[in-house]
């Protein structure tokens, strides 16, 4: 089957599956051997070299949805990161990454970079002219992630790519958060694509995972990273998110609907100081969401008025789960602070506009009248106890 000649829930489905040969089963087998022959074969496969038939089929799959020639999948989203990164800087490079990052890879460049005699520049814009300013002689890699984590902020992802192309330097671009249902950053310019596949590509919050995707050529180089970091996945978990693939744009249009009605209505309380989407109009990157994206994505986050407490309103939803991780089908939610950006200081995150108040809703599939519902109880119960106080 050609993937560039079919739709999206068919390439989710069909494309990278492994055909039951034996027995004929409408799905694929899983290969769970940690060992193979290396005599008479034409490929020496060994889990750690991503290339056991799980692997390998999983990775056709992947590269397929985000529109790469290649792809190779990891035991975790930071796995993916930390060894897309080592691959294309070493002592005496210089990188240039946007302010509005995932805490835990902040945490990877402050605490491991210097380390290792990388110098990098962070920018506190998303325009390409913020980027192109901290642009040295030694700079290797420009890196952004856009929806950001938490704020969703939106950066120019056509930008950055030919302003990178210019000048001969590598992009990374973190999807996670859009996805590939609602973006295809390569078909934008930017070479190499990652993802927590933990999130929307599993969806059912039961994997552990992350993915790279890019040109043979670049993804060559991450593998003789990759085979030595050893941050390959168990056969049976690749296993997992192919099934869980085959969902995954069913799955996002049910939560890009759901997030945009939740998003417009929350706008609209009085006990809601700000709402964070890019699929509102007062967003202020909402055009350039829309000329970059597919669908707005199931992620937004809201801040409460100061007089209601944020840790209290959580304790009291009873749909909604206060959860670490995000992009499930059931709807969670967090506070950043204690979560995903613990790792930065507090002067870190004032920075970015990440106050102890912000809360980041990940919108699942659930009915949103339900959703609605639980807001509104919790909402009812704090106030209550405020007027107690």
Request: proline share 3%; net charge negative; hydrophobic share 40%.
């Amino acid at each position: 089957m050609d993937s560039k000649k079919s739709g999206f829930n068919t390439i989710c489905t069909h494309i990278g599956e492994i055909e039951d040969q034996q027995f004929k089963g409408a799905i694929s087998p899983i290969y769970l051997s940690t060992s193979y022959a290396f005599e008479d074969v034409d490929i020496k496969r060994y889990p750690r070299y991503f290339n056991t038939p799980n692997q390998e089929a999983l990775c056709k799959k992947i590269a397929a949805l985000e529109k790469g020639e290649s792809s190779l999948i990891f035991g975790s989203g930071m796995a993916a990161i930390s060894t897309s990164l080592f691959a294309f800087l070493q002592k005496g490079d210089h990188i240039v990454l946007q302010r509005t990052l995932y805490g835990g890879t902040a945490n990877l460049v402050n605490e491991e970079f210097g380390k290792h005699g990388i110098e990098y520049s962070y920018v506190d814009s998303q325009t390409a002219e913020g980027f192109e300013e901290k642009i040295k002689s030694n700079t290797k890699v420009i890196y952004i992630e856009t929806p950001s984590n938490p704020l969703l902020t939106i950066t120019d992802i056509e930008a950055i790519a030919s302003l990178a192309r210019k000048r001969g330097i590598i992009t990374m671009i973190d999807n996670t958060f859009a996805s590939p249902v609602n973006q295809n950053p390569i078909e934008m310019g930017i070479d190499i694509v990652i993802h927590s596949a933990t999130k929307y590509l599993g969806g059912h919050s039961d994997i552990l995972a992350g993915a790279v995707i890019s040109t043979k050529e670049h993804m060559d180089r991450i593998f003789q990273v990759a085979k030595n970091f050893g941050g390959s996945l168990s056969d049976f978990t690749v296993w997992m998110l192919e099934r869980s693939i085959k969902t995954l744009g069913l799955r996002v249009k049910r939560q890009n609907k759901n997030a945009l009605k939740l998003a417009k209505w929350l706008e609209k309380m009085d006990d809601i100081a700000a709402v964070y989407y890019p699929g509102l109009k007062t967003h202020p990157d909402h055009e350039l969401a829309k000329k970059q994206m597919n669908g707005f994505g199931g992620m937004l986050s809201f801040e409460l008025q100061e007089d209601l407490d944020a840790s209290l309103f959580q304790k009291e939803l009873k749909l909604i789960k206060s959860s670490m991780s995000l992009a499930g089908v059931e709807s969670t939610i967090l506070s950043p602070t204690l979560t995903s950006h613990a790792l930065l200081t507090e002067e870190e995150r004032n920075a970015q506009g990440i106050r102890d108040g912000l809360l980041r809703f990940s919108v699942g599939i659930e009915d949103k009248e339900d959703l609605m519902q639980d807001i509104l109880q919790a909402l009812k119960k704090i106030k209550a106890l405020a007027l107690q106080d």
